[in-house]
């Protein structure tokens, strides 16, 4: 599977690809890749991401549907579910958002690679693509995302970050906080989520 290089600007720069969190050491930061978990088939072109969390992950894994992953990330216990809008998980938990809408290819088998990114300011992403919409939930801290159509910035608070599949788009951790957020690439499941590009350059549109 390709994935996306993340480096750190620094005296020397650092790059070091999205690993499993199982290969995490404390809390370093970067991105870690928690599950991939196959959605199957969509039948409507369009899907949300409905995130909840639950006091326990038992909790959490008994709420899940054939849609959902239930998972552990920044301090919490979460059930990420691939599901239309206005859907709602079992009770017991506490809805925290619901993101949409995710243009997909429908009768296409999907999976949702979710993964946690801790990123200091500076941090950024090379150039790539991904075979699917992408999505953050951002807990602390700021991201700018540049592709050709202009940026994105997604912050605590703020608006949620959706980027469909296809476009090039590099990513800068800006502002002075930490970056901590939860993050979806619903891909094509014949194909890798995420691909590095040589055909495009960004503009410097992010800056820290």
């Not at 599977?1 to 005296?11: N, Q, R, S, V, Y």
């Not at 409507?44 to 991401?49: A, G, I, R, S």
């Not at 949409?100 to 090379?126: D, H, I, K, R, S």
């Amino acid at each position: 599977m390709a994935l996306p290089i993340f480096a750190f600007a620094a005296e020397h720069e650092m790059e070091t690809r999205c690993r499993p969190i199982s290969e995490r050491v404390g809390g370093d930061p970067g991105c870690w890749i928690i599950v991939s978990q196959p959605v199957g088939n969509l039948t409507k072109p369009l899907t949300f991401w409905h995130l909840d969390a639950y006091p326990t992950r038992a909790l959490a894994e008994g709420a899940k549907g054939v849609h959902g992953a239930a998972v552990e990330s920044l301090g919490k216990h979460w059930l990420l579910s691939i599901e239309d809008a206005g859907w709602r998980a079992p009770a017991g938990g506490e809805r925290i958002a619901e993101i949409g809408p995710l243009e997909v290819q429908t009768g296409q088998a999907y999976t949702a690679q979710y993964m946690e990114a801790v990123f200091n300011p500076g941090m950024t992403a090379p150039a790539h693509v991904h075979s699917g919409p992408e999505a953050w939930y951002t807990l602390t801290g700021e991201t700018c995302l540049e592709t050709p159509d202009g940026i994105q910035i997604g912050r605590a608070g703020g608006q949620y970050v959706i980027v469909p599949g296809g476009p090039p788009m590099h990513l800068t951790a800006t502002g002075k906080e930490q970056r901590q957020a939860l993050v979806l690439i619903l891909h094509d499941s014949t194909k890798p989520a995420s691909t590095l590009v040589s055909d495009w350059t960004p503009k410097g549109l992010c800056k820290n």
